[in-house]
Nanobody
Framework: QVQLVESGGGLVQAGGSLRLSCAASGSIFSINAMGWFRQAPGKQRELVAAITSGGTTNYADSVKGRFTISRDNAKNTMYLQMNSLKPEDTAVYYC??????????????WGQGTQVTVSS
């Protein structure tokens, strides 16, 4: 069994920073792409940033220049550094990873989500 656990969410004032972490654990054979998604109340879940196993990144236009995604493959951990936060960044942030385990081929896994609230 594998799981993704997010941490680092919280309440911050506009202009502030937060750093999210996502740790993968369990019988992991390999991790392909990883990404951060978010879902605000009444809105669909959207991709925030993604990173390949080789380190290639892409970002939603709304966060370019403010957010930085990274990963530590040795630790099976992904990060999202969020700077210059805006109230519209308020959402539940979810970690996603495309992983293969000892017993299954690549599948998408999700974390439980972590709340980020930015006050104006």
């Amino acid at each position: 069994q594998v799981q993704l656990v997010e941490s680092g969410g919280g309440l911050v004032q506009a202009g502030g920073s937060l750093r999210l972490s996502c740790a993968a654990s369990g019988s992991i054979f390999s991790i392909n792409a990883m990404g951060w998604f978010r879902q605000a109340p009444g809105k669909q879940r959207e991709l925030v940033a993604a990173i390949t196993s080789g380190g290639t990144t892409n970002y939603a236009d709304s966060v370019k220049g403010r957010f930085t995604i990274s990963r530590d493959n040795a630790k099976n951990t992904m990060y999202l550094q969020m700077n210059s936060l805006k109230p519209e960044d308020t959402a539940v942030y979810y970690c996603n990873a495309n992983m293969a385990t000892r017993w299954s081929t690549y599948s998408d896994y999700w974390g439980q989500g972590t709340q980020v609230t930015v006050s104006s």
